[in-house]
C-alpha cells in the first residue's frame, strides 16, 4: 500500500528560534526551509501528490499555493530535483493530478487535455491523472436515484471518460513516458464499477477512485466490491483524498494499491480537537496566540476592550509556564493556569481546560522518535504561528507512517532515511 502525500509547498524552518520567534537574517526561504521528507527520522510517504490547480491556480479565487518563482523553478528543475527528491529519496514516486476538488462547482474543468499533460511532462512526473470532474452525490442499493440530478451526474461522467480517452491518446500521441491514470467516478457502487470497466476498456490498468472522500467507508467498500466483479487483475486502485487507515484492510482486498490525504498534515491546524498524533490516540494543542499575530485579539486592543501591555505579560507567562513545565520546573497546574489566564484575558468563549490537561499531563512530545518533537519539545503541541504547526503537521506525517505499518502494511520504503 503506497501513501501519496499531496504537495502545498508546506515547509519549515530549522533555524527559527522559538523564544525569540524570528528567523535568522539570511535565511532564503527556498534554500534553507525544510520539506516532511527533510526533517523527519524517517520518510513518511511513498510518493508526492502536485495538483496542477494548486501549482498554477485557476479563476478569480486563485487555489494556487506556489507563487510565481517557485512555479518557475519546479518548471525549470522539475519536481524531483525541486523537492529536492534526486539524491536520498529517487525512490520516491511522483504523481499530478488536476485537484479537481477546486473546480467542481464549474460547468466544466478549467484545463484542456494538453494543457494539464504539457503540465505533468514540464515537472517531469511519473504518474499522471487524466482530468477528470466530480460527481456529487451516493444513492444506496434500493434507493431512488434522483431525476433532477442524473443528467448532470451523467454529464460529469462523460466529461470524465471522454477526457481519459483523449489523455490516453494524447499520451501515446507524445510517446511520454508517464503512466497514465484514469479516474473513475460514480453516484452509486455500480456506476462506479461501470466506470471502472469502461476505463479499462480504454485501455486504464491504474484507475484513480474519484470522488469518494464524503461518502461512508461501507459506500467505499460496496463500490469496491462492485467494482472487483468486473477489475481486472491487473488494474491497480488508488483512493483520492481517503486516510481511514483502520479500513485499509478491507480496501486492499479490492485492489486498492495506493491512496492519498493531507489529513494527517491538516489536522495539526484544522481540527478541532485531533491535532496532535499517538499511534493510539490524539491530543488537543495547546492555543498561545501571538498577541502581534492575531487578528481578532489586534482588534480587541484597538477597540480598547484588552491591554496591550497585559495581553503580552500573560502572553510570555504563559509561554514560560509551558517551557518550565516541560523542564521539570512548574507542576502542571500552574502551567495549565497560566494557560487560562492568558485565555481569559484574550476573551477565549470555549475553554478546553479538561482536554489541555490531559494533553500537558500525558506529555506525548516526550516519547516521539519523529526526529521534530526532540528538537521542538513542547513547542511541538503550542497551536501558535505556522512554524510550529507546520512541525506539528510533520509530526502527525510520521505517526501515520506508523498507523499505516502497524496495520500490516510494510511496503513503506525505509531507503534515503538520515542517519
Ligand atoms: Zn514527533
Known amino acids: 500500500m503506497r501513501f501519496f502525500f499531496p504537495d502545498s509547498q508546506d515547509q519549515v524552518d530549522p533555524m527559527f528560534d522559538f523564544v525569540t520567534e524570528e528567523?535568522?537574517?539570511?535565511?532564503?526561504?527556498?534554500?534553507?526551509?525544510?520539506?516532511?521528507?527533510?526533517?523527519l527520522q524517517h520518510r513518511p510517504f511513498d510518493g508526492l501528490l502536485i495538483s496542477k490547480s494548486i501549482v498554477d491556480g485557476h479563476g478569480a479565487r486563485t487555489s494556487a499555493r506556489y507563487t510565481a518563482g517557485a512555479r518557475n523553478r519546479l518548471y525549470r528543475?522539475?519536481?524531483?530535483?525541486?523537492f529536492r527528491l534526486d539524491e536520498v529519496h529517487r525512490d520516491?514516486?511522483?504523481?499530478?493530478?488536476?485537484?479537481?476538488?477546486?473546480?467542481?462547482?464549474?460547468?466544466?474543468p478549467p484545463y484542456s487535455v494538453a494543457e494539464v499533460l504539457d503540465f505533468y511532462e514540464y515537472c517531469g512526473l511519473d504518474w499522471g491523472v487524466a482530468p477528470d470532474h466530480i460527481v456529487f452525490g451516493f444513492v444506496r442499493d434500493g434507493d431512488p436515484i434522483p431525476d433532477e440530478m442524473i443528467s448532470e451526474w451523467e454529464r460529469r461522467l462523460d466529461i470524465t471518460l471522454n477526457n481519459a480517452r483523449l489523455f490516453l491518446d494524447e499520451v501515446s500521441r507524445r510517446n511520454c513516458d508517464i503512466v497514465p491514470i484514469g479516474v473513475a467516478h460514480g453516484w452509486s457502487a455500480d456506476s462506479y464499477a461501470q466506470s471502472v470497466s469502461d476505463l479499462q476498456d480504454l485501455g486504464y490498468v491504474k484507475i484513480a477512485m474519484g470522488g469518494m472522500v464524503p461518502l461512508r467507508s461501507n459506500d467505499i467498500v460496496s463500490s469496491l466490491e462492485a467494482s472487483s466483479g468486473v477489475r481486472k487483475p491487473e488494474t491497480e486502485l488508488h483512493l483520492l483524498g481517503i486516510t481511514r487507515v483502520d479500513e485499509m484492510r478491507r480496501f486492499a482486498q479490492h485492489g486498492v494499491t495506493s491512496f492519498d490525504s493531507t489529513s494527517p498534515f491538516r489536522q495539526a491546524f484544522k481540527d478541532d480537537t485531533d491535532n496532535y498524533y499517538t499511534l493510539d490516540s490524539t491530543y488537543v494543542a495547546i492555543k498561545v496566540p501571538q498577541v502581534d499575530g492575531n487578528a481578532s485579539l489586534k482588534r480587541q486592543i484597538k477597540a480598547g476592550k484588552v491591554d496591550q501591555r497585559a495581553a503580552i505579560l500573560a502572553e510570555r507567562s504563559c509561554l514560560e509556564g509551558l517551557r518550565a513545565y516541560d523542564a521539570g520546573e512548574?507542576?502542571?497546574?500552574?502551567?495549565?493556569?497560566?494557560?487560562?489566564?492568558y485565555e481569559d484575558l484574550v476573551g477565549v468563549k470555549k475553554t478546553r481546560e479538561a482536554e489541555y490537561l490531559r494533553t500537558l499531563s500525558a506529555r506525548p512530545w516526550k516519547d516521539c522518535g519523529c526526529g521534530i518533537c526532540e528538537e521542538a519539545g513542547i513547542e511541538v503541541i503550542m497551536f501558535r504561528g505556522s512554524e510550529r504547526n507546520k512541525r506539528r503537521g510533520f509530526h502527525n506525517l510520521a505517526v501515520f507512517r506508523d498507523r499505516i505499518s502497524r496495520n500490516g502494511f510494510h511496503s513503506l520504503q525505509t531507503t534515503g532515511e538520515h542517519t
Open 23 to 39: 528567523h535568522p537574517v539570511h535565511r532564503i526561504r527556498q534554500r534553507d526551509d525544510r520539506y516532511a521528507h527533510e526533517v
Open 77 to 82: 528543475e522539475r519536481a524531483r530535483r525541486f
Open 92 to 108: 520516491v514516486l511522483i504523481m499530478g493530478d488536476c485537484g479537481a476538488f477546486t473546480y467542481f462547482n464549474e460547468e466544466e
Open 330 to 341: 512548574l507542576p502542571v497546574e500552574q502551567a495549565l493556569q497560566r494557560v487560562l489566564d
